[in-house]
């Protein structure tokens, strides 16, 4: 085992560094960020020079990928041309806050109640819930999250008047208690959750119903009924312990989405996440932070497939790594 963690973490290594090169190539194809600058009559030309050669965009491409991954593996991830000059481990550290509130409460919402509706159809199958809950989760998934949030916001905001129609607080509730200002986040937060967990719940009942089809009818299941052990511990120990091996893959590939955030969701709904954030650096063509965010999801999806890895061989005592 401590064999496979150094030789996965080494792989690990080399896969973000594979990554970045990826990633900072194609944004490079982009252009100079620093040549929409010149637009702004308020900026000398001279700052503009200075700019350039502080991060290296006077250099060839190669010598700026090297330059900008040490600056970045030292904690220098840069600053944002549009967002002021402000250091972008600052912006982000503002918006992975509120990412991580609203995205954490849509997953345990979704992972919680579609994983145990999965199981459920399962052992139930082609029954009246299988049918109807099989036809809920497809639908889930196709919906368009944007127009299932606008409907909410139509329908809860502007007919009902019960909850808001975007944003995280309302103005002036910065300075109160901090329990007052957790109930005044509830309601902006209501929408949003429920539109990225009806999405994702979709998923996770799928992943859950076929994994679970799989293992129902493999021989040790028969065996294990043979032997007169009860039907609750063939389901709970032997079937519901090697149906989550494809669940561990999904929970490994979601980890990213707690930190980069939705995009759709947090634009429709106005909340300044890490999805919002992203977008937006992208659209302006500010480089440094754009960098930053995508490399920041791919460091965790990375990660996440390393825990999923090591997940296994709990889960499952056969697999032994070596």
């Known amino acids: 085992m401590k064999t496979y963690v150094i030789r996965r973490i080494l792989q690990m ?24 600058l010149a637009a702004n009559s308020q900026i000398k030309p001279e700052d503009i020079i200075r700019l350039r050669h502080q991060w290296g965009f006077d250099l060839p491409v190669y010598l700026r990928f ?20 402000r250091p972008t481990t600052e912006l982000i550290g503002n918006a992975i806050g509120w990412t991580l509130k609203f995205s954490i409460l849509a997953f345990l919402l979704s992972a919680g109640i579609g994983i145990p509706i999965g199981i459920y159809s399962a052992l139930h199958q082609y029954t009246i819930f299988d049918n109807i809950f099989t036809f809920f989760s497809f639908f889930g998934m196709s919906m368009p999250t944007f127009w299932f949030g606008f409907m909410l916001m139509i329908i809860f905001g502007l007919k009902l008047h019960l909850l808001p129609l975007g944003g995280v607080m309302t103005p002036g509730m910065e300075t109160t208690p901090f329990f007052l200002r957790i109930l005044d986040q509830i309601k902006y937060f209501v929408l949003p959750v429920v539109v990225l967990s009806f999405y994702s719940m979709g998923s996770w009942t799928r992943y859950a119903r076929t994994s679970m089809l799989e293992v129902l009818h493999q021989d040790y299941l028969r065996t294990a009924r043979a032997k007169g052990l009860p039907e609750r511990v063939v389901i709970i120990k032997h079937a519901l312990r090697n149906a989550l ?32 954030l992203t977008l937006d650096a ?34 499952d005592p056969r697999i032994k790594y070596g």
Do not use: H
């Not at 999801?297 to 990375?302: G, Y």
């Open 245 to 276: 091996i494809p669940i561990v893959t999904l929970l490994g590939i979601s980890l990213p989405d707690l930190i980069s955030g939705a995009m759709i969701t947090e634009t429709v709904f106005a909340i300044p996440g890490m999805g919002r």
């Open 66 to 85: 090297f330059k900008w991954f040490w600056a970045t593996i030292r904690g220098n991830w840069g600053i944002s041309i549009f967002g002021g000059g």
């Open 282 to 315: 992208m659209m302006n063509n500010d480089y440094m932070l754009a960098m930053a965010c995508l490399l920041l999801d791919s460091l965790f999806l990375i990660i996440g497939n390393f825990i999923a890895d090591l997940m296994y061989a709990v889960i």
């Open 13 to 36: 290594i080399l896969l973000f560094i594979g990554i970045s090169a990826i990633v900072f190539l194609i944004l490079n194809v982009i252009g100079d960020p620093f040549a929409q």
